[in-house]
C-alpha cells in the first residue's frame, strides 16, 4: 500500500506476540526464585519489563497522535491482544473518567469482556484448553496501569490493591465476567454459573470500595503523558508478584534464599538499564 496515496503513515511498534510474552513471564517467574548466584542474568533474559515499555511506548505514541489532531487506526494480527492492550491505555491516559473505579470498570467491560478478549484461552478460563494459548496479556495491562499510576500517583482514583484484586478475579474463574472467550459463550453457558457473582458487583459495597481508594487522588482532567525511558520502567510490580516470596521460601527445605535478595530487585533494574548512578525516588521512579 502507498502510505502517500493514504495520506497516512504506518507506523510498527514492535510490541512482541502473545506466545513471546508467555515465555517471558515464566522466564519471569523462574527469576524471581532464582539463587543468588544467577538470579540478576535470569531476569535480564526474561526481558518482562522491555516488554512492557514497548507496550506503554505504543500507547503513548497513539495519545500523542491524538493530542495533535490526527487520528490513529490501531491493529494487531488478530485484534483482540495487543490492540485491546494499547488502545485501552491510551483510553486511560486521555479521559480520567477511565481513572476512576467506575470508569475502569467501564473500560474493562467495554474494549475486554464485550469486545471479545480471549479470557478463557489466555487465562485458562473456560477456553480452548490448549496450554499454547496461554499469555499474561491481562497482566501486562494491568500492570503498565501500575507503572503509569507510579509516574502520576494522584491521577488514580484506586490504589493498587484495587488491581491485584482485578488480576485476581480473573485467574480465580469465580466470576463470570471473566470466563470463556466472549460473551456469546458465557450467555451460552449461562445456566451453569447461577451461583457465580459479577466481580464488579462486590466493589459497590462501601466497605469494600473504601479500601481501594488512593488516599492521594486529586481529580484531574489532564492527559497523562508517560515515560517510557528503562530509568523510568525500571521496576517490576513486587506487590504482585512478590507477595507469596515469605512462604515460599519457608517451604523449600530449609534452603537458605534470603529475602534481601528480592526486596533489592531495584539493583537489578539500575544495572539493566544502565543507571547505576541514578537515584531512586520514594515512588520507585528513577530521577536524574
Known amino acids: 500500500e502507498d502510505e502517500s496515496f493514504y495520506k497516512c503513515a504506518y507506523m510498527c511498534q514492535g510490541v512482541e506476540d502473545c506466545h513471546t510474552v508467555q515465555g517471558s513471564l515464566e522466564q519471569l517467574r523462574r527469576a524471581i526464585g532464582a539463587g543468588s548466584r544467577n538470579w540478576r542474568s535470569a531476569f535480564t533474559q526474561s526481558r518482562w519489563l522491555e516488554h512492557l515499555e514497548s507496550l506503554m511506548s505504543a500507547s503513548q505514541r497513539v495519545v500523542t497522535e491524538i493530542q495533535e489532531q490526527r487520528s490513529v487506526l490501531v491493529h494487531c494480527s488478530n485484534g483482540w491482544d495487543r490492540t485491546t492492550q494499547i488502545v485501552s491505555l491510551a483510553m486511560l491516559q486521555c479521559d480520567s473518567y477511565f481513572r476512576t473505579i467506575d470508569g475502569f470498570k467501564t473500560l474493562v467491560q467495554k474494549e475486554w469482556c464485550d469486545a471479545g478478549f480471549r479470557f478463557g484461552s489466555r487465562c485458562g478460563n473456560g477456553g480452548s484448553g490448549n496450554r499454547k494459548d496461554l499469555s499474561p496479556i491481562f497482566l501486562q495491562f494491568i500492570e503498565s496501569v501500575w507503572h503509569i499510576s507510579t509516574q502520576h500517583p494522584t491521577a488514580f482514583e484506586f490504589n493498587e490493591e484495587f488491581l491485584i484484586k482485578v488480576i485476581d478475579a480473573v485467574y480465580s474463574c469465580k466470576h463470570v465476567d ?26 459497590s459495597a462501601p466497605s469494600v470500595k473504601n479500601t481501594l481508594l488512593n488516599i492521594g487522588y486529586v481529580p484531574t482532567s489532564c492527559v497523562l503523558f508517560v515515560k517510557t525511558h528503562p530509568r523510568y520502567i525500571n521496576d517490576l510490580w513486587r506487590s504482585y508478584h512478590y507477595r507469596y516470596m515469605d512462604q515460599w521460601q519457608g517451604s523449600k527445605n530449609g534452603v537458605s534464599r534470603t529475602y534481601s535478595y528480592i526486596t533489592r530487585m531495584s539493583d537489578i533494574f539500575r544495572y539493566v538499564s544502565g543507571e547505576a548512578d541514578s537515584e531512586i525516588s520514594s515512588n520507585g521512579v528513577y530521577q536524574n
Open 178 to 203: 471473566f470466563l470463556h472467550d466472549n460473551k456469546k459463550a458465557r450467555d451460552e453457558h449461562n445456566a451453569e454459573y447461577r451461583d457465580l457473582t459479577s466481580f464488579w458487583s462486590e466493589l
